[in-house]
C-alpha cells in the first residue's frame, strides 16, 4: 500500500515510473531503474522510517520530520528558511485569469 501511495503522490509531481521499475530497484544496493523509481523508492523508505519512530514515540518531533525529509531528498539541507516559490497576482485584476471574465 505504501508503494502504491508513494508512486501515485509522486505522480503529482511529475515523477512517473512503473511498479515493474519499481519493483527492479533495490534501495539497499542503491540500484534504481530509472531516476523516477529512486524518487519513489526513497519516499517509501521515508514514509516506512517516519512511522516506525512514530509508533516508537507516540509523537512526531521535529527530528523525526528532519530525517523523514533528509531520506526523501538524500541530503542534510534541513528546514529551508527561505521560500524558493512566489506567487503574485497580476496587478488590477485581482488574480483573476484575463480569460475568466466571460
Known amino acids: 500500500m505504501v508503494l502504491q501511495e508513494a508512486k501515485d503522490n509522486s505522480s503529482i509531481e511529475n515523477i512517473i515510473t512503473t511498479h515493474d521499475e519499481m519493483y527492479r530497484s533495490d534501495y539497499d544496493e542503491k540500484l534504481f531503474a530509472s531516476q523516477a523509481a529512486k524518487e519513489v523508492i526513497f519516499y517509501v523508505q521515508a514514509v516506512k522510517q517516519g512511522h516506525l519512530r512514530l509508533k516508537e514515540s507516540g509523537i512526531i518531533k521535529i527530528n523525526d520530520i528532519l530525517h523523514v525529509r533528509e531520506v526523501i531528498e538524500g541530503n542534510k539541507a534541513g528546514i529551508r528558511t527561505v521560500s524558493e516559490t512566489v ?13 475568466a471574465r466571460q
Do not use: A, D
Not at 506567487?87 to 480569460?99: E, M, S, Y
Open 87 to 99: 506567487l503574485k497576482r497580476p496587478h488590477g485584476r485581482g488574480g483573476v485569469h484575463p480569460t
